[in-house]
């Protein structure tokens, strides 16, 4: 009984262990664009800027809130050296076609039908996004997203913007 | 009979996978839905007690008293 209690121990710590949090580096990532598979975007090519990396889906209802809200902090915020990175986790283009027919974005997308990125951070809820400094280090984790999170967010970026890279 | 009890839990538990968050896309597709349409649902279930003269049964609150 012991054994098996100290097995599943081990289990659901193995399971937690994984999860990048703050204060670890963001996992080397290449991945390819939503809009041009050929193209790929590799997270190491963004460093020296603050970069976003969110976790959405066509069918993630708080990703409605938090892609027009991540639009706008892209939009205030990129000639200062911030952006957004969205890592669409749909099964099908399609879907996430149609929904961003719905709520444009112009910051770059790219997706992740292996699961090499989610499985990369370890993705434990959607939306996730992290927060990554100029050095490739991740800063804050956001899981789920509300209209406080959107406000929280601005403060954090405005700080790291202030950091030198 | 422990140990074949304890292979049949083993196997039993191969079946089972974790879904992680990010791959619920299969489950949130409409067809996966336990009630597809709860719209029509709830009309039909409307009719049928207005019908019969009773509420309830049908994993609804209340009784059958007529009250709700």
Redesign the interface.
């Known amino acids: 009984m012991r054994r098996f209690a100290a097995a599943l121990a081990l289990l659901l710590i193995s399971q937690a262990a994984g999860a990048v949090e703050a204060g670890a580096a963001a996992p080397a990532l290449d991945m390819p664009r939503l809009d041009q598979p050929a193209a790929r975007l590799p997270l190491a090519s963004l460093r020296g800027k603050v970069v976003y990396v969110d976790f959405w889906a066509s069918w993630c209802v708080p990703c409605r809130l938090s892609m027009p809200a991540l639009e706008t902090l892209y939009r205030e915020h990129r000639d200062q050296g911030f952006i957004v990175v969205g890592v669409n986790k749909d099964v099908s283009a399609d879907d996430a076609k149609r929904f961003l027919g719905k709520v444009g974005v112009s910051f770059p997308l790219v997706s992740d039908l292996g699961d090499a990125a989610a499985r990369g951070f370890d993705v434990k809820a959607m939306p996730s996004g992290y927060l990554v400094d100029r050095k490739g280090v991740v800063r804050k984790v956001h899981r789920g997203f509300t209209g406080e999170t959107a406000a929280q967010l601005r403060g954090e970026i405005d700080a790291l913007m202030k950091e030198p890279s | 009979m422990k140990r074949w009890l304890a292979a049949l839990v083993a196997a039993t538990l191969c079946g089972c996978t974790?879904v992680?968050?990010?791959?619920?896309?299969?489950l949130?597709?409409d067809d996966m839905a336990f009630d597809p349409s709860p719209g029509t649902a709830r009309a039909l279930e409307k009719t049928y007690s207005a019908k019969e003269g009773a509420s309830g049964g049908a994993s609804v609150g209340g009784g059958g008293c007529g009250c709700n």
Not at chain 2, 20 to 26: I, L, N, S, T, V
């Open positions: 974790a992680a968050p990010y791959q619920r896309g299969y949130a597709r």
